[in-house]
């Protein structure tokens, strides 16, 4: 081994173990990602939903976009039998709140 | 004159040394389940206050601090970070909530800070929601809180307090929604 060599290498790990210590992303904590329960905003009392309310907005586009993922990206979504009821719940109450 | 600065400066010394004695003889009670007295708690307190109110007071809190896209965001930081010593809805206690002293307050309470009960005053508003930033971004020595500020920036950090002032009024279905981490929400390509 020459020393260019023997430096790449100590480089590289260097570089790896800097990362992996480095400022975590919001992405990494994908993993133990955890599909929103948009079933059961149908079980809420919608004449308390304010539309205007930003925590009501927040939870819509929470769940538009799971629904949304759902039709792609089903291999990922951890517990399947919610996820269908979802699918079809979800979908009502779009047409529901538009 | 001259025996009142002896007798100031024996008694200075005779405090000193039984300072000392009471530092190196080991008799304080370290443990975290040994509360402080009522005068160190009090003492302690109005030291984290001041200070924190003191370093605060030049921030400026972001217009769109109510946003929904700050709100999202927050939620699963908090979730993932936070929840674990500020616990979440239905949840009122676990082992860092019951352990830890001082106790890393219940965030999930509207009485846990001073927004709430004096949320008729913009003003005491404001300057809560500064302090939660500062507290945050920099934490608190000698308690659990850690400084986020080291691996998280500044926006980052406001998100999480947006989604503290809504916090006290969600359910735990609305936590559970909320703070969900939607793999589409961080634009995976379409």
């Avoid at chain 1, 570089?15 to 990494?28: G, I, M, N, R, Y």
């Avoid at chain 1, 079980?43 to 993922?69: F, G, I, L, R, W």
């Avoid at chain 2, 370290?30 to 708690?41: E, V």
Wanted: net charge negative; proline share 5%; with cysteine.
């Amino acid at each position: 081994m020459n020393i260019k060599t023997i430096t790449a290498t100590l480089a590289l790990t260097t570089l790896a173990f800097t990362l992996s210590a480095q400022a975590h992303s919001p992405s990494e904590h994908m993993q133990d990602a955890e599909a929103p329960n948009c079933a059961a905003m149908e079980t809420m009392d919608h004449s308390k939903m304010k539309m205007d309310d930003p925590m009501m907005q927040a939870m819509m586009k929470q769940c538009m976009q799971a629904m949304h993922e759902g039709d792609h990206d089903d291999s990922e979504t951890p517990d399947e039998p919610e996820k269908h009821e979802k699918d079809g719940d979800t979908n009502n109450f779009k047409h529901k709140h538009k | 004159m001259k025996s009142y600065l002896k007798s100031l400066a024996l008694t200075g010394t005779v405090i000193l040394l039984g300072a000392g004695i009471y530092l190196y003889s080991g008799v304080y009670p370290m443990g975290a389940d040994t509360p402080h007295n009522s005068a160190t708690y009090w003492l302690l307190e109005t030291l984290r206050e001041r200070s924190v109110v003191r370093a605060a007071e030049e921030l400026v809190v972001p217009a769109d601090i109510k946003s929904a896209e700050r709100l999202l965001a927050g939620g699963a930081d908090y979730n993932d970070m936070c929840a674990s010593c500020h616990l979440k809805p239905g949840v009122t206690e676990n082992d860092f909530s019951l352990g830890l002293y001082p106790s890393p307050p219940n965030l999930t309470l509207s009485d846990s800070d001073e927004i709430q009960t004096q949320a008729a005053d913009v003003e005491a508003t404001n300057a809560a929601i500064k302090r939660q930033f500062w507290i945050i971004k920099h934490g608190i020595k000698a308690s659990g809180m850690p400084a986020w500020g080291a691996n998280h920036d500044d926006p980052r950090i406001w998100n999480m307090v947006a989604f503290l002032q809504r916090l006290p009024e969600l359910s735990a279905v609305q936590y559970q929604i909320l703070t969900a981490r939607n793999k589409a929400s961080k634009g995976h390509g379409h």
